[in-house]
């Protein structure tokens, strides 16, 4: 595994000081990757998926993991990773869509970094996560409706980030544009 790059000194969004890692939660397909490596070259800081360090972690892809021990077993080595992405270090995290569910992933993102909720329309979702087979909760099914259903679950949780901002049809550069927005606020 490759060491992940880290800033200890803060830099800023506006006027406002960003003195912790910034973390992106949000359903599959929002966008928290590829608005996460924008925003983090916006602002000078390194990136890191937990994703890819999961996979880089256990030598083997999320797909493969939910197959071969099933999603509980998943978020537990989710959980150890995100907890050691969050060192104190200034960096922009992308998380998986299921982390922020879990209750101690959660605590630790609140108490230790700055959450951001990347919100998107379910049709809009959809239609991105249906471009790769590469999700596994929504293989095979009707990407629509599995959405919908993680929506109705986890939207509570990714409610408790202090900061929402919706991710459309629009560029990328324009979710990262709200996302300063809202940082220097």
Known sequence: MTPTPSRKTPVTAGKTPIDKPIVLVGLMGVGKSTIGRRLANRLGLPFVDSDDEIEAAA?????ELF??????????GERRV?????????????????????????????????????????????????????????RDTDPKMVLSELAAKRNQYYAQAPIHVQSGEGAHEDTVDRIMEALAQ
Do not use: C, H
């Open 59 to 63: 030598g083997m892809q999320v797909g």
């Open 67 to 76: 197959e071969n021990y099933g999603e509980d077993y998943f978020r537990d």
């Open 82 to 138: 995100i907890a050691r992405l969050i060192d104190g270090s200034v960096k922009v995290i992308a998380t998986g869509g299921g982390a922020f569910v879990n209750d101690e992933t959660r605590s630790l993102i609140l108490k230790d970094a700055m959450a951001i909720w990347l919100d998107a329309d379910i049709d809009v979702l959809a239609e991105r996560v249906s471009r790769r087979d590469t999700r596994p909760l929504v």
